[in-house]
């Protein structure tokens, strides 16, 4: 069996390296106060792409945990009964995916949000302030002052609070509220899930975010997770100060948030990942405690797995029981 990382029947038990923070969850249940006392502020105007007799197109932009702007495509089928509704995260670093794409839910009669992360390739507005360095990947953004003003804790927020205004829209089923992504998206999904309890389903392809420490130990700190070496060779060149890092990074890790998980999860992993190794995705997934169900598959690296996006469909539309 093709693999890059540990062999098969250790990574599912592998729970992780990555230090977790003690005041782990004061720190998140703090950070969702703010989002719960933050104003909504956001509005919904027609996309530059008609609308049609089957559903609507719309540019939804809302007011971030810090008061930047932030971007989410919404489409909305025409239909005559309360929708089910999916929020869809992008990958690392870009932007959420054109509006032919995104309309595939659609005709799964699912309504969708899909954000732009602030700062990175699409119209979402990042206004900075981060203390330290900004020249590297987000990871490391903020990583040198207060906890609470890194970039991934403010995007959790902001994701938080887009999940809060989805709860106010007009026609949408509140008890049917998903969230979707792969890599980064896969993260921020997987995160969203675990910090707002309305979200009853989750499908996470490769997830981004995890496990910093297992990463860098492997020197498998480039593409996606190069901040983390960017940072380590120019302020902890002598590593003098590792445990400080990856335990300030353990705020934003993945694996340490479903801990909190009560979403029921559909989790791909493709053996052959290089770009997020295998051990950090199942550090992931054997620290849910929800319903769960993991889909391995040897052959593939960090690439379209569209037969994982076909189990989508079921994934969505089958009644929970």
């Not at 993260?187 to 860098?216: E, H, M, Q, T, W």
């Not at 801990?259 to 992993?269: D, P, Q, S």
């Not at 169900?293 to 996006?309: L, M, N, R």
């Amino acid at each position: 069996m093709p693999i890059i990382d540990m062999p098969l029947e250790k990574l599912k038990t592998y729970k992780g390296t990555n230090p977790i923070p003690n005041d782990f969850d004061s720190f998140w249940n703090e950070r969702m106060d703010e989002v719960r006392n933050h104003k909504l502020e956001y509005y919904i105007e027609p996309s530059e792409i008609n609308g049609f007799t089957a559903c609507n197109f719309y540019d939804l932009w809302f007011r971030g945990i810090n008061g930047e702007k932030v971007y989410a495509k919404y489409i909305k089928p025409n239909l005559n009964y309360n929708l089910p509704l999916i929020l869809q995260f992008h990958g690392y670093p870009g932007a959420s995916r054109g509006w032919f794409e995104q309309a595939s839910f659609a005709g799964m009669g699912c309504a969708l949000l899909a954000m732009d992360c602030p700062g990175q390739g699409g119209k979402g507005e990042d206004i900075g302030g981060y203390k330290g360095t900004t020249v590297s990947g987000h990871i490391v953004l903020g990583l040198d002052g207060d906890p609470k003003d890194m970039y991934y804790v403010r995007l959790f927020q902001n994701a938080s609070i887009l999940c809060e205004i989805a709860k106010k829209l007009e026609g949408i089923n509140i008890n049917k509220i998903y969230t979707n992504g792969a890599s980064q998206g896969a993260g921020i999904a997987l995160a969203c899930a675990s910090l707002n309890p309305i979200i009853k389903k989750c499908a996470a392809l490769y997830p981004f975010l995890s496990d910093y420490k297992r990463v860098y130990d492997m020197d498998l700190d480039l593409v996606a997770y190069e901040g983390i070496r960017y940072y380590s060779k120019w302020f902890n060149y002598m590593g003098n100060n590792d445990n400080d890092m990856f335990k300030k990074l353990g705020y934003i890790d993945v694996h340490n948030l479903v801990i909190r998980l009560k979403a029921e999860v559909l989790f791909g992993t493709g053996l052959m990942d290089n770009i997020c190794p295998p051990s950090t995705q199942f550090a992931v997934y054997n620290n849910i405690n929800s319903k769960k169900k993991h889909i391995i598959f040897p052959d593939y690296t960090h690439e379209e797995i569209s037969a994982f996006d076909d189990m989508l469909i079921d994934f969505f539309l089958e009644e929970e029981l």
